[in-house]
């Protein structure tokens, strides 16, 4: 997952969060992790207390490593999972976890999307911020499955036959059936689009 124009918003965001508490950060679909090894090092030499958890069905190697020599406190806490979202993070929900933000970029489906948004929510702190990546562009109405690309066949979850399609319509039924939560898609210039609690 890559969120580079987010990513002043979202160290903002941590940093307001710090002056009151340990900030806690969810990162679902790191790849790569430009965004995660990018958050995790900022966070590592800026807050002195913190959690960050990063979920993929693969963790590459570089990743691993480089969260290593990052060398976090005991009271900073970097880690990796591996696994699908759609089995981590109801065993997150079972061990009482909680998030003040959320980042998703995992599979890009209706399916997908609409579980990992309703397990963010049981995750979430109160006042806490969910950021779904690719709401704007190619996934809005149409899905996508890494269980159909073959490096990722054995370890994605398959496909699921939906009504509705893509990553923008699973946002808005979700902000439609939950009326507590405000949809904000013009915070950064980047894909993505952010939920967060009514104020009102």
Request: net charge negative; charged share 25%.
């Amino acid at each position: 997952m890559s969120y580079h124009d987010s990513l002043p918003q979202i160290k903002r965001l941590l940093s307001e969060i710090s002056a009151v508490f340990p900030p806690r950060v969810l990162e679902v679909g790191i790849l790569d992790g430009i965004s995660f090894i990018t958050l995790a090092a900022w966070m590592r030499f800026s807050l002195p207390t913190f959690a960050l958890y990063g979920i993929d069905v693969i963790i590459k190697e570089h990743v691993k490593i480089i969260v290593n020599l990052l060398e976090p406190t005991l009271a900073q806490d970097i880690k990796v999972i591996t696994g699908s979202s759609l089995d981590v993070m109801p065993k997150m929900i079972d061990g009482n976890f909680q998030f003040d933000l959320i980042m998703l970029d995992g599979d890009h489906n209706y399916h997908t999307v609409s579980n990992d948004l309703s397990n963010s929510l049981k995750l979430l702190s109160p006042n806490g911020v969910i950021i779904v990546d690719d709401y704007h562009g190619k996934y809005e109405t149409t899905d996508m499955w890494y269980s159909e690309a073959e490096a990722w066949s054995s370890l994605c979850a398959a496909r699921v036959e939906t009504e509705k399609h893509g990553v923008k319509t699973a946002v808005d039924d979700f902000i439609s059936d939950h009326p507590e939560l405000v949809l904000e898609d013009s915070v950064t210039r980047s894909l993505a689009a952010v939920i967060k609690y009514r104020k009102d």
